[in-house]
C-alpha cells in the first residue's frame, strides 16, 4: 500500500535538509513524498531541487504563494 508524505514548509531552509533525510531514511519503500512550498525566499527550493534525484521518481513538489495559515473564527 502506497503511502503519501506531505511537508508544507515556508522559508524553512534550516530545517527543511533534517526532514528530507528523515522520509530518506524510512525504510518503507512504497512511499510518495509530496513538498508544498509557500514561494519560498529562502534555499528552500534548492534544496529541494538538491533532493529530487535522490527519490527516484517519489518526489513531488511545488511551490507558489498562499494565504498561509489562518485563524478559524466562527
Known sequence: MKTSIITV????????????????????TDIE?????????????EMIKEYEPRFGGRLKWISEPDKGIRKQTG
Open 9 to 28: 514548509c515556508y522559508n524553512a531552509a534550516g530545517t527543511l535538509r533534517d526532514t528530507i533525510e528523515s522520509v530518506l531514511s524510512q525504510t518503507y
Open 33 to 45: 513524498y509530496i513538498i508544498v512550498d509557500g514561494a519560498s525566499k529562502d534555499a528552500s527550493v
